[in-house]
């Protein structure tokens, strides 16, 4: 089996307070509307997604308001 592996990019994160996943939320929310992207966040507080930029502007947006880590990965199957 050949194939040639994709890049992914995911982000972890831990939101401190109720009030401040809200704001999380919200905020992601309309950097989606400003990238033009469809689609929805999962509550389990991970990112999968092909573009870094998105992935970066999110882990900015989860360190804001808590703790974030950044992945780059290869998906190969």
Request: aromatic share 12%.
């Amino acid at each position: 089996m050949s194939s040639t592996p994709e890049t992914i990019w995911i982000v972890d994160y831990d939101l401190f307070m109720s009030n401040s996943r809200r704001q999380f939320y919200r905020e992601v929310k309309r950097l989606m509307r400003e990238l033009n992207l469809v689609g929805s966040l999962s509550t389990f507080s991970v990112v999968i997604v092909k573009d870094e930029e998105l992935a970066r502007r999110v882990f900015d947006l989860a360190s804001k308001y808590g703790r974030a880590h950044l992945y780059r990965a290869e998906r190969i199957v």
